[in-house]
């Protein structure tokens, strides 16, 4: 009896907390703020994930002189300088110096999975000092660069990774009537064959993927790929919206977001807003090789997300964004119509 009045109590109180307290805080921001800090942990981890990603991007600045995304995020700032109409004569002052440091710690770390980043990365800043005009500061960065690039024995040879001029004649000549046909041909499939996905096909794939646009080209986004039956069969369940297909897919890909590569909260979005631009691309790109998939959502439930954290060894700046599912398409099974909002409900002009 008192364990019944005990339920009935919780379940009243969590009725209120979830469905009529929000009525009222949501009208000012400390309100809402007291809300989640009070009554609900539904933003703790995404919290805690970005203060711990902000904490290891200024640890790598200070600490190691060598944060691969700031040093990203710098060269792709000065190309935007480099292409700029006209061309501002001194540019990057106030960046020039922490972009240096990193590259010259970068070179020293001699990490060559990341080569054709680090030519990126050496062509770019020879072509700043060589652009713009120089000046005290400019003068000292240079020499410490010049020093630096001194440490790569030559590896880094024609320069050619800077902006460029796109030649006309050299567009692709896939019509919209082809890129709206394959758009209309990808659709979530749950069905597919008892039949192995080729791993240099995935590698296509992300390939592809890795060309969307990136906010500063950071790309904070990595593929998680299984495709041993044993762990596909484990992982697939971990997510919801899985029920009922599970066992027919093939590989599953887990897409994990990385926060470590943002010095602020304000960047905390783009994991899921530069993995989903390239995770479109990805898809498009499986279905031209004879591949099909099927997005997952990734819900942010405590216990989910604590068997994702342990089953990838995630760091805690780490936050998974959503799965897919591949497979070769079984076309004995259907796939949903869904029908899409029309183009009057999704776009307006000025």
Known sequence: MIKKIKNKISNKYREFVDTVLPGYCYKSRFLSSLYYFAFSSAFRRECRAVLAGKVKHLEDIKVQKANFYLLVRNTHRIEKGLLMRPMKKVFAMDYISETVDSYSGFVKNGDISHAKQLKWFTDVLSTYFDTVAPSGMIAIEKEKFLKSKKLLNGEIREVSSIPYLREENKMTSISYEQFFALNRQRRSVRWFKNQPVERDKIDKAILVALQAPSACNR?????????????????????????????????????????DAYFSERDRHLIYVDASLANMALMLALETLGLSSCPINWPDIESREIMMENFLSLSTHQRPIMCIGVGYPDFTGKVAFSEKRNLNQTRKFN
């Not at 369940?237 to 599970?246: E, I, L, R, V």
Request: charged share 20%.
């Open 219 to 259: 790309q904070p986004f990595e593929y998680r790929v299984f495709d041993d039956p044993e762990l596909v069969k484990k992982v697939v369940d971990f997510p919801m919206g899985t029920k009922g297909y599970a066992h027919s897919i093939q590989t599953f890909i887990v897409v994990v977001g990385n926060l």
